[in-house]
C-alpha cells in the first residue's frame, strides 16, 4: 500500500523483488511480517496499558451482537446483488442447446458456437450436398466414338472409355444381395460407376487389368485428375485425365470420334453444348487420354497433359434438397447473406442459386460484383475485392485460397461468417470463420477444423442451429431482465425500510431464500426454454451490443420501481399503527415472494408478444421450478418459524396474497394483447 501510495503521489519508490513478485512463498512472506508487525503492536499496547485486558471490555457485547448482525445483512445485500447465477445460466443455456441442437443434426464441438452463430451476418455455403442431395447420377453421356444407343463404334473404343472411368477413379461400389449398388468414397466418381454398372460393367476387372505407374488426385486448382499406367486395351503406357471440361478440352488438339482420330477444331461447339447442360444445373465432367511412351522420364503428369485425345463428357445431376429453397428464404428475411461458394462451373452454380432463390433474374443483366469466378476473384485488387464481397451472391470455380479471402475480407467489413466446408483444403477457411460448419460426411482434418459438424450435410441445419443460437441468446436476456428486476426491488427495500421504521423488511435467511428462487431457479426456468421462429424475422444482433437493450433497462426499472414503490407502501399500511407483527412481516414476505413468481412468467415472454401461458406444456422444466418456487414459499411460511421469522397464514390469506399479486401476470398479458393487435392491424393496413 505505501508504495501504490507513492507511485500515485508520484514518488516513484522501487519495491523490494519479493514484494513485486506474486509466487506462492512471496505472498506468504508478506503475510508473515504482517502477523510479526501486528503481533508486536497488540504487545506493546497491553504492557502499556493501551489494550484492555478483558477482551468482553473492548466492545460491549449489545454492540458486538448489532455489528455481527448488520454485517451478516451486508453480506446477504452483496450476495444478493452480485448475479452469480449468470455464469450458471449461460453454462446451462449453453449446455442445454448443444444437447438439443445434435438432435436436429448439429453436432456442437465448441460450446460458445451455440451462441455465435445465431448472430452470424454471412453464411458461405457449399453446394454439393449441402444444397444439393449429393445423390449424384448420370444424366446424359457424350462420347463422340459412341452411337447413340451407347454401343460400341468398335470393340476398343469402349474399352478405352470404360478403362478411362475405371481406373482413374478411387470411389467403389458396395454390393449387397437383393440391394441396389451404393457409391463409397467421391459422389461424383460414384456416379460414374454406377453407371458402368447399370451397363453391366465390372469396373473392378479393368482396374485390376490396368498397372498404375503414377496419380495426380484432384485439385481444386488444377480442377481435373491424372493416372498414369500400362493400358490392358492399348497394351501401352496411358495418361487418363478427367475433370473441369473447359480445362481439359484447352489441352486436347484431337478427338476420337467413330471414325478414329480427327483434329479437333470444334472446341467452341462442344463448350457450347457443355454449356447447355450446366445452364440446367448440373455438373459436366471431360475425360480424355494421351499415349505416352513407355521410355519417357517425364514424371510430371501436370506437363505430360498436352495434346491429348477427347473422348467425351458426361452430364451429371444432382437433385436440389427440397428443403433448401424455404431454409434460403429464411436467411434472407432473418438478415443473413448467403453465397454460394462452389468449385462448380459458372452456369451449374448460377442454376442452382437461382432454383434456391438466391440468384434473381435481374441478376443476369447486373454487371457488378454478384458473380465472380475464382480466378477473377484472385485477380482483384484488395481493395477491389472488399467492395465486391458486400455484393457477392456466388463465387464459382473457388479453390481453397479463395475461399479463405473471402472469409477474411467479409470478417474484416465487419461481418460474422459461418462457413460450410468437406475437404481437407477447407479447413483454413474453416478455423478463420466465426463458425467453421463441417459436413459429417467430410474429412477428419475438416471435422476438428470446425466449431458444429452437419450430421444430414444440409443447409436446413444451418438455419436449426441459427434459430437456436438466437433463442439462446434471448434466454440468457430474460435470466438477466428476471434477475435485475428483483435485484432493484431487494436491495431498495433492504436501504429504504431503516429509513420507514422497519429495521429488517426481510431477514437473512429470507433473502437468501429469494437468491435461491432468482439466482438458481430461474436460471433453471429460463435457460430451457424452447426455442420460437419468431427469432428469425430480426435482423442479427451486433456482436458488440450490450447484452441489456434499451428496452430490457426501460422494464427492468419501470416494474423493478413500480414494486418497490408498492412494497414500501405497503410497509407503511402495515405500520400504520405504529407496530410491525410477524403476522404482517410474514405477509409482506409472501407478497414480495409472489410478485417475482408472476413476474417470472412475463420474462419468459421477452422478445414475444405471445401470452405467457402459451407452450406451457412444452416447457417442463419451466413448470416444475416455478411449482417448486410456489409450494417452497408456502411451506416456508407455514413452517419456517424463527428460522425464516415467519407465522402461518389461513387460506384466506393465501388466496388474497396469490390473487393479488396475480395483477403482475395479467398486466403484462394485456400488454402483449395490445402489442398483438397493432401489429394485426399494422400488416391489415400493409395489405
Known amino acids: 500500500m505505501v508504495y501504490d501510495a507513492s507511485e500515485l503521489a508520484g514518488n516513484k519508490l522501487v519495491a523490494p523483488k519479493w514484494l513485486e513478485n506474486n509466487s506462492f512463498l512471496s505472498w506468504l512472506k508478506t503475510v508473515g511480517i504482517g ?53 450458471m445460466s449461460v453454462t446451462l443455456s449453453l449446455a442445454y442447446s448443444m444437447k438439443k441442437m445434435a438432435a436436429s443434426n448439429n453436432l456442437v464441438r465448441r460450446m460458445h458456437a451455440c451462441e455465435t452463430i445465431g448472430s452470424a451476418t454471412v453464411i458461405c455455403s457449399d453446394k454439393t450436398g449441402t444444397l444439393t442431395q449429393n445423390q449424384m447420377r448420370v444424366y446424359e453421356v457424350n462420347f463422340p466414338s459412341l452411337n447413340s444407343q451407347l454401343l460400341p463404334a468398335f470393340k476398343d473404343v469402349k474399352d478405352l472409355i470404360v478403362e478411362a472411368i475405371a481406373v482413374n477413379s478411387t470411389a467403389d461400389l458396395e454390393k449387397k444381395l437383393l440391394q441396389p449398388s451404393r457409391p463409397i468414397g467421391n459422389p461424383t466418381e460414384g456416379a460414374l460407376l454406377l453407371w458402368l454398372d447399370s451397363q453391366d460393367i465390372d469396373y473392378i476387372s479393368y482396374r485390376g487389368n490396368f498397372q498404375i505407374k503414377s496419380r495426380m488426385p484432384f485439385s481444386g486448382h488444377q480442377k481435373y485428375m491424372a493416372t498414369i499406367g500400362i493400358s ?23 478427338i476420337l470420334t467413330e471414325q478414329g482420330l480427327e483434329s479437333l477444331k470444334n472446341k467452341a461447339a462442344i463448350a457450347s453444348v457443355i454449356k447447355e447442360y450446366q445452364r440446367r444445373g448440373m455438373r459436366a465432367l471431360g475425360f480424355a487420354y494421351h499415349n505416352v511412351s513407355q521410355h519417357s522420364s517425364q514424371t510430371n503428369l501436370d506437363e505430360i497433359a498436352h495434346d491429348m485425345t477427347w473422348l467425351g463428357f458426361v452430364a451429371i445431376s444432382d437433385p436440389l434438397r427440397p428443403e433448401v429453397p424455404d431454409a434460403i428464404q429464411a436467411c434472407l428475411h432473418a438478415g443473413i447473406q448467403v453465397k454460394v461458394v462452389t468449385g462448380d462451373n459458372s452456369e451449374t452454380a448460377k442454376e442452382i442459386a437461382r432454383q ?45 485460397l479463395d475461399k479463405l479471402r473471402l472469409v477474411k475480407l467479409l470478417q474484416e467489413n465487419g461481418e460474422v461468417v459461418a462457413v460450410t466446408g468437406d475437404g481437407t483444403n477447407d479447413a483454413a477457411a474453416l478455423k478463420q470463420a466465426q463458425v467453421g460448419l463441417a459436413m459429417g460426411s467430410g474429412t477428419a482434418i475438416t471435422k476438428e477444423a470446425s466449431d458444429i459438424i452437419l450430421l444430414d450435410d444440409s443447409f436446413h441445419s444451418i438455419v436449426n442451429a441459427v434459430v437456436w443460437g438466437r433463442s439462446l441468446y434471448l434466454n440468457i436476456q430474460r435470466f438477466i431482465l428476471f434477475q435485475l428486476t428483483i435485484n432493484v426491488v431487494a436491495l431498495g427495500i433492504a436501504l429504504i425500510g431503516p429509513f420507514i421504521g422497519v429495521a429488517l423488511p426481510l431477514t437473512v435467511t429470507q433473502m ?38 434499451k428496452a430490457m433497462a426501460q422494464n427492468i426499472f419501470t416494474v423493478g420501481l413500480a414494486f418497490l414503490i408498492f412494497l414500501i407502501g405497503f410497509l407503511r399500511y402495515i405500520r400504520r399503527d405504529g407496530e410491525i407483527t410477524p403476522y404482517e412481516l410474514s405477509v409482506f414476505f409472501g407478497v414480495f ?10 420474462a419468459r415472454c421477452l422478445g414475444l408478444k405471445q401470452s405467457a401461458l402459451k407452450g406451457l406444456s412444452k416447457n417442463k422444466g419451466f413448470l416444475a421450478i416455478a411449482i417448486t418456487i410456489f409450494l417452497g414459499q408456502i411451506l416456508i411460511i407455514q413452517f419456517g418459524g424463527s428460522v425464516f421469522r415467519t407465522v402461518p397464514l389461513s387460506l384466506v390469506d393465501w388466496i388474497n396474497v396469490i390473487v393479488g399479486t396475480s395483477t403482475v401476470l395479467w398486466i403484462g398479458e394485456l400488454c402483449r394483447l395490445i402489442m398483438r393487435l397493432k401489429l394485426k392491424n399494422h400488416l391489415r393496413q400493409s395489405y
Open 35 to 87: 502477523l510479526i508487525f501486528l503481533t508486536i503492536g497488540l504487545g506493546l499496547g497491553y504492557l502499556l496499558g493501551l489494550i484492555p485486558s478483558s477482551i468482553n471490555s473492548w466492545v460491549p457485547s449489545s454492540v458486538a451482537k448489532a455489528l455481527l448482525h448488520y454485517f451478516m445483512v451486508a453480506v446477504t445485500i452483496i450476495v444478493v446483488a452480485v448475479p452469480e447465477g449468470l455464469a
Open 232 to 254: 490392358s486395351v492399348t497394351g501401352e503406357d496411358v495418361l487418363y485425365v478427367k475433370g473441369a471440361p473447359e480445362v481439359i478440352l484447352e489441352r486436347c488438339s484431337q
Open 356 to 400: 434456391i432463390g438466391l440468384w434473381q433474374e435481374e441478376d443476369d443483366f447486373n454487371s457488378g460484383y454478384l458473380h465472380l469466378t475464382g480466378q477473377q476473384f484472385a485477380q482483384l485488387s484488395d481493395e477491389e475485392a472488399n467492395q465486391a464481397v458486400l455484393q457477392l451472391k456466388v463465387l464459382s470455380r473457388a479453390r481453397p
Open 512 to 549: 437468501l431464500w429469494v437468491n435461491l428462487i432468482m439466482d438458481t431457479f430461474a436460471a433453471l426456468a429460463l435457460a430451457t426454454e424452447p426455442p420460437h421462429l419468431i427469432v428469425m424475422q430480426h435482423s442479427p444482433r451486433n456482436p458488440q451490443a450490450f447484452i441489456v437493450t
Open 593 to 602: 415472494v409472489m410478485l417475482q413468481f408472476w413476474n417470472l412468467f412475463n
